[in-house]
């Protein structure tokens, strides 16, 4: 049965947390007085499904089954997490808690509060200890940062428990070691927010030219290696102490206005809002919040091929899945095609036809035959030693059209098999659906030498064992087919 959650608050931040949550298996369960909320979060959820997934190398978890309730009370029922996510008010919140707290005793809560402190959050609970703060970045279904801010009121047993939960949901849960307002990331964000009414209001810069500043230089670097990383970096060869030397009489200079802030009224935030609108006002904001996922997606997807900061939160959280789905494979030596590979055709993997895109299902039997390999025991240890298995032939057929978002299976049929080779047989199905066979020919080389030589005797008797076990199953219909050869 899947885990339930209970999105309290499913504006621009609850709608994210519930895609979030529905995107990796867990049933949400949403409370929110808003008429509108379920047409706001079915948009958002709309835009999660065309972007999360487009991380990932593991196909998601079937979807969560998605409610709207009437009262907390019904949200709530059977839910083991809440993310709180009303209106940043402090009474409105202590209002919901104790809406909560009466429904299910007992349940864990994590506000997705921009500022308030835990403390503050727990008092006047009936359970303080079981409200704490995990505050996210927008959007909450792509940013993994989630900081975790308890109070001594919270045991760790709690802190820990959500720490569990966020990484369930792919998130990088960061505990504040102290408790603060705001946490690390909005006291940051707040100070550079003043620098830049600041600038703005003394008419030193317009808003767009504030932005390109950020995007077109620091940003870029920010969100991959973060502060203090970077002015290493600009250091030199003399390092951090250096860049100190340096910069750090700056201190002192005028550089920045943080001490002081600009009065916060309507002329300022008309000068703000009509600047915005001239600079991005021409799209919508789903248009605009699509063209930030793909920007983010594009991004974070560099990052995780070279496994560095958020990209190693996706890929860690890749390969936990697919060790959970390896750990469902039944792959003992039987007389039937073993299943080895789930995946989801991503956006990226479409053509101009609307369709998966050829070398992607040269792909998808490649996923499939690495697998097939990592059981045999020729996986990476395998190859760093200097052996490996080579392809000198396929043979593709495509039966049908794979379409964004469909599920597919790789399963393999070994046809014959010796000490330096094997043929293979993949099919690729979508459900019982098979829209293509990759049949091949794959021999076993000493990569040092470049010859083919036999495999190690651990790996031929575990491909040996398949080989005859699959010996017995029908030649499948179409193997050894030659290309443009009429079917019989
Ligand atoms: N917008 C942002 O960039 C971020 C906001 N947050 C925090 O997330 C929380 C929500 O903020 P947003 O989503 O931006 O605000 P929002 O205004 O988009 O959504 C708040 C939602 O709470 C609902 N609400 C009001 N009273 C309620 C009640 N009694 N029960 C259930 N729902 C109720 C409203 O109808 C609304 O849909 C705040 O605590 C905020 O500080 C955290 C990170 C980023
Ligand atoms: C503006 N904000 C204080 C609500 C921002 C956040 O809390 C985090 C974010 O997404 O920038």
Known sequence: MARKAAIIGGGVIGGGWAARFLLNGWDV?????????????????????????????????????????????????????????????????HKVYAQLQQSNPGVLIGSSTSGFKASDLQ????????????????????????????????????????????????????????????????????????????????GIATTEEIDEAIRMGFGLRWGQMGLFETYRIAGGEAGMKHFMAQFGPALKWPWSKLMDVPEFNDELVDLVAGQSDAQSGMYGIRELERIRDQNLVGFLRALKERNWGAGKVLREHDERRAAAFHA??????????????????????????????ESRYLFACSETIDNFLRLIGAGMDYVAAGHSFYTAET??????EAKLGDRLTGTIQILSADEKRFRSFVRILRGEDCVATVEQLCLHVDMKVGKTVPAAPEVWGKLKAIAEAHAGLPLPEGAGRAVGQKKE
């Open 29 to 93: 369960g949403v409370f929110d007085p808003d008429p509108q909320a379920e047409r706001k979060i079915a948009e958002v959820l709309a835009n999660a499904r065309a972007a999360l997934p487009a991380l990932s190398d593991v196909p998601m978890p079937p979807e969560g089954k998605l409610t709207f309730h009437g009262t907390i009370g019904e949200a709530v029922e059977g839910a083991e997490y809440v993310q709180e996510s009303v209106s940043e008010r402090i009474e409105l919140k």
């Open 328 to 357: 469902t494979l039944d792959t003992g030596p039987k007389a039937v095609p073993l299943v080895m590979a789930q995946m989801q055709v991503l956006p990226g993997w479409i053509d101009y036809n609307g369709h998966m895109t």
């Open 395 to 400: 043979h593709i057929r495509h039966l049908g």
């Open 123 to 202: 008092k006047s609970a009936v359970s303080p200890e079981n409200i704490i703060v995990a505050h996210p970045f927008n959007p909450v279904y792509l940013l993994p940062l989630s900081e975790v801010s308890g109070s001594p009121a919270n045991p760790p047993a709690i802190v820990e428990k959500t720490v569990q939960i966020m990484k369930d949901i792919g998130m990088f849960p960061l505990v504040i070691r102290h408790e603060i307002d705001a946490f690390l990331g909005n006291r940051f964000l707040e100070a550079v927010w003043r620098e830049a009414l600041w600038m703005l209001k003394d």
